[in-house]
């Protein structure tokens, strides 16, 4: 058959049934521990922005929570999960650990925001916007879409949310070391747009949509203060 006649869908390794089913197991098997996970992930905004505006200080506290997370799911979701679906799995697994090892070295290692350098309110509030889309929208998208609820994205426990999350927080980040932290999520968010075009998810192009506002933030220059 001419490589042009090939599709998304012979590509996929696996019936889409198969992957909410892998969803389903999992949200059974870690059960309570979302509760947790998602309040973690809220504590994130709360602490850079209780003052009311970018507290970069608090990214020190913010980025640790968040690398424990990319490694849980690279480790937990992805690696023993979703590989016995989907032999490729490791590879994305090691990214997930791979970031969380990045978000860990740049809250130790970025130096100090220099005090005449801020984040700009239209990357401040795209960044915001995301971070929220991550928490409430992706959650809502499986059963919106007639899959079950129990197959749904959610921020600290699954991949999407997660990565969308992540893109979110890096728009308020004032430093350039927040570009080193961009390549993982925003390469994740591309495999599993193409996985859901593959299964024919009439909301596939709510991931990529929110992960090009939240990179276009993040691109945005850093203001100086006089």
Not at 15 to 37: D, K, M, N, S, V
Not at 121 to 136: F, Q, S
Not at 185 to 200: F, G, K, N, V
């Amino acid at each position: 058959m001419p490589w042009t006649d090939y599709t998304l869908n012979d590509f996929l390794l696996f019936a889409p049934e198969t992957y909410q089913r892998l969803f389903i197991r999992y949200h059974e098997a870690i059960w309570p521990l979302q509760i947790p996970a998602v309040i973690a992930m809220l504590v994130i905004p709360w602490l850079i922005l209780r003052r009311g505006g970018v507290e970069p200080r608090m990214m020190r506290i913010a980025l640790p929570i968040l690398a424990v997370v990319w490694v849980w799911i690279g480790t937990d979701f992805l690696y023993q999960r979703y590989g016995e679906i989907n032999w490729a799995a490791v590879w994305p697994a090691a990214g997930f650990m791979l970031q969380g090892v990045l978000l860990l070295a740049t809250a130790f290692a970025e130096p100090e925001q220099p005090p005449d350098v801020r984040v700009p309110p239209a990357a401040r509030d795209a960044g915001l916007l995301v971070m929220a889309a991550a928490v409430i929208l992706l959650p809502l998208a499986a059963p919106l879409s007639g899959r079950p609820w129990l197959s749904a994205e959610l921020v600290g426990v699954t991949p999407d949310a997660t990565a969308l999350f992540t893109l979110g927080l890096l728009a308020l980040k004032p430093l350039r070391l927040r570009l080193l932290l961009l390549p993982v999520p925003l390469l994740w968010c591309l495999l599993s747009t193409l996985t859901q075009i593959a299964m024919d998810w009439p909301d596939a192009w709510i991931l990529p949509a929110l992960a090009a506002a939240a990179v276009a933030a993040t691109l945005l220059p850093r203001e100086k203060v006089d």
